[in-house]
């Protein structure tokens, strides 16, 4: 009988498989479910429950900061909890003026960004707390994978900012 | 296939008849190539073309071309296990050291002025430990490894000094007046300050930062100068954080 050898080396087997998933899913890519409607007409816009996505990490996209008018939208800790993470679309980098309608226009500090959800009326974002540092961003969305009739790269065109009265007045301005 | 064939050839009581391959050529359309295995107790099945193969077809040749052919496909196959076991071993040994420094613990140097009874001006190796900020454990007083909120690419070295519902006083210009200012660290943030008062860049320049910056919590020191060991200094400035700062 050979079956602690066997067991042995299956779960040697499965052991390996989890470190390099693990590693995977930390460096590279992984799954994630969104709930909530705070980016309603172009993620999850039924409001169900859920829409898996595959993140790109970026670690090495912070150098390219232009990256972000090509991938629009960010996977970030929340600044109040960080055992939450908010999918938001970024409007404007460090350095960019920013219009907001309740106070003055704001300029987003150095090490900064502005995100807004595309659903105004139930998305918290930078209009509640204000610009967020780009430390707290873990992630960029880009395949939607679940609903599979919804099955592509995620549209990351800005054709339009989620408010109108939200504009990017000037960039860089130092 | 030719069964009628095989049956013709004495096949010794050691050997199985296993597969009857067809191979086909340019020149011979199909080629019959008989597959034997050995049965030896306790050993693996080998699979290899007998010899009196070429009884079967009348040509030698191709006979020992197709031949050929399993002893290569045989050799690619051991060849290509082998590097698949050692590229998932080394796969293995990088999803290791990923994980302990992601998780576990791993080793910063740190320089600077801002931390400076503590830690050197000319710089430190620190044991940082990545699992109690993921937990929560990060608690006023510890030394930990922030992700600067002015350049994500930078980390710095500074003391909690207070946690969310905190109210923190500071001087605003200790170098030249005894101004203070006070405040409430908002929910999720935490108040980091460095130990030199007179040249740290910190929380009372950027306000509160976010819990999520944190990356790990200092423990040890690995190295100062001809210094080795736990961090005495650190323990010791604790109980005098209060000159810096009252916490309540």
Known sequence: MATPNFLWSLAKKYLTAGLIGLTISDRYASFMAIRGSSMSPTLNPHGKDSTGFVLGKFAILLIFASFFYFYPFLVLRSPSNYKEKYVKRIAALPGDWIHVPSSDTVRVPEGHCWVVGDNAACSTDSRSFGPIPLGLICGRVTHVVWPPQRIGRVNGEITMFPEENIHVLGEHID | MH??????????????????????????????????????????????????????????????????????????????????????????????????????????????PSMLPTLNFTGDVLLVDKLSPLLGKVGTGDVVLVRSPENPRKTITKRV???EGDRVTFLLDPAHSARSHSL?????????????????????????????????????????????????????????????????
């Not at chain 2, 079967?56 to 290509?80: D, F, P, V």
């Not at chain 2, 740290?200 to 910056?213: A, C, E, F, K, T």
């Open chain 2, 3 to 112: 069964v009628t064939q095989v049956a013709k050839i004495k096949i010794p009581k050691s050997y199985n008849l296993v597969l009857l391959f067809s191979l086909s050529s340019k020149k011979n359309p199909i080629l019959h190539l008989l597959v034997l295995t050995r049965r030896i107790k306790g050993e693996k099945k080998v699979a290899y073309p007998h010899p009196l193969l070429g009884a079967i077809n009348g040509n030698k040749i191709e006979t020992m071309r197709a031949a050929k052919l399993l002893q290569y496909a045989r050799q690619w196959r051991s060849t290509a296990k082998e590097v698949f076991d050692h590229s998932i071993l080394f796969a293995q040994f990088l999803s290791i050291l990923h994980l302990t420094d992601t998780y576990i613990c791993s080793p910063t140097l740190v320089y600077g």
């Open chain 2, 184 to 248: 409430v660290v908002p929910k999720g943030h935490v108040w980091i300050q460095g130990d030199n008062i007179y040249a740290s860049n910190d929380s009372r320049h950027v306000g509160p930062i976010p819990y999520g910056l944190i990356l790990g919590r200092v423990f040890c020191r690995l190295s100062s100068g001809n210094m080795y060991g736990h961090l005495g200094t650190l323990d010791h400035w604790d109980n005098d954080s209060d000159e810096n700062c009252n916490c309540n």
């Open chain 2, 161 to 163: 000094l207070g946690m």
